[in-house]
């Protein structure tokens, strides 16, 4: 894929501006594990994920992690390049959860064209909004209805109840035993997939860490 | 204070935009407790807050509420336009915290200058990256550190001790004794003053609901 066919508003920009970003871009390939960005005094530059994932997350004092959101192929780590918005002022890591490759783009280069271009500063608004609304549904979910906690010792009760480490439900049966919606419990679990504590199937989920899903149920992720 | 005046574009807007933007602005009353904007179904537009005070929330199915932050005079409203950005997903309801005097922006005006206008988007980005960064210190204070649990069983504490609802104590003083700074404490109080649990005045904390102080003590603002 070029290099232009990630940037929805490059058709926007002149042609001195495209030279200008091309340029700058280059190809980083990180092995697994790799801590791009870490902490708000951190301003790296924007990643795009050519191949590979990245996993946004924030750390307590105490070191324990949450994952806020994933990002995979051809979505745009932004909060990498915080020092290009002065209002960003939260600390949060970003590392490679798999080998990737990514395009790296510096924030100088980024902020220049954001302020030249209202089509860069829209589509990073979009961004913004969408990351926001990300975290937003996950704060929500935790605080309030507990569902990560729910949905956990629900899938433990199961486990015991049917003696096995592959449950045969779908989506749909789970979320009318805790009444919630059948796309908040999918999307719930494709986050528990995400934190590697069960592997999805086709009708099926395969707990794949039992310790960490009683940990979940007994005390939500959050502490 | 003129219109413009709350605009840090709007020397950058051309005069047809100007005069757009004049046109399109209303001032409204509203009286205290007011619901201005409730849900992402809602886009009444942009508040611009001239007198008074908003409060921007979430609300639980069980309709326990979590402020988020409040906007003072000169700042602007932004999610009660959640339309003008598809990345805006998310539930908030904002409503007048006292008798205000608003300027009112309809939001396809708004969206139409953010297109044309990069200063505009940029003002935009700003402004959303400061409101997400206060609703992630309020979440990280609250799921990491529960500060505001701790904070609150030992203003009841002192309570029991000094026989009094009026506190003699700098900030400072209960950093130390909480393992925290100075600014953080700081922050959490205001919170709390806003929440209307206590009063600040100079090296003084009054207590003013103390059931709230003693519930939050005991379960953390998240239940």
Redesign the interface.
């Known amino acids: 894929m070029e290099i232009h066919e990630y940037f929805p508003f490059w058709k926007h920009l002149t042609k001195e501006q495209q030279n200008r970003l091309s340029y700058s871009i280059r190809e980083r390939k990180v092995p697994k594990g790799t801590i791009l960005h870490n902490g708000a005094e951190d301003c790296v530059g924007l990643f795009v994920v050519q191949t590979g994932q990245l996993r946004v997350y924030?750390i307590?004092?105490?070191g324990?992690e949450?994952t806020l959101y994933r990002l995979l192929e051809r979505d745009i780590c932004l909060f990498s390049a915080s020092c290009i918005?002065?209002?960003?002022?939260?600390d949060i890591a970003v590392s490679a959860d798999t080998d990737s490759v990514l395009y790296h783009i510096p924030p100088k280069i980024y902020q220049q064209l954001?302020?030249?271009?209202?089509a860069?500063?829209?589509y990073?608004?979009?961004?913004?909004?969408?990351?926001?609304?990300n975290?937003?549904?996950l704060?929500?979910q935790?605080?309030?209805?507990r569902l990560d906690s729910r949905l956990a010792a629900f899938l433990v009760e199961e486990m015991e109840l049917q003696e096995t480490d592959e449950l045969k439900m779908t989506h749909e049966t789970i979320a009318q035993h805790l009444g919630s919606a059948r796309e908040v419990i999918s999307r719930m679990l494709k986050y528990f997939q995400n934190e590697k504590i069960v592997k999805l199937g086709r009708s099926s989920i395969l707990i794949l860490d039992e310790k960490k899903l009683r940990e979940t149920a007994s005390d939500s992720l959050?502490l």
């Open positions: 924030t307590s004092d105490e324990r949450i918005m002065s209002g960003i002022q939260f954001m302020r030249e271009s209202a860069v500063a829209n990073t608004n979009e961004l913004m909004a969408s990351r926001f609304s975290v937003m549904w704060f929500d935790i605080l309030y209805k959050r």
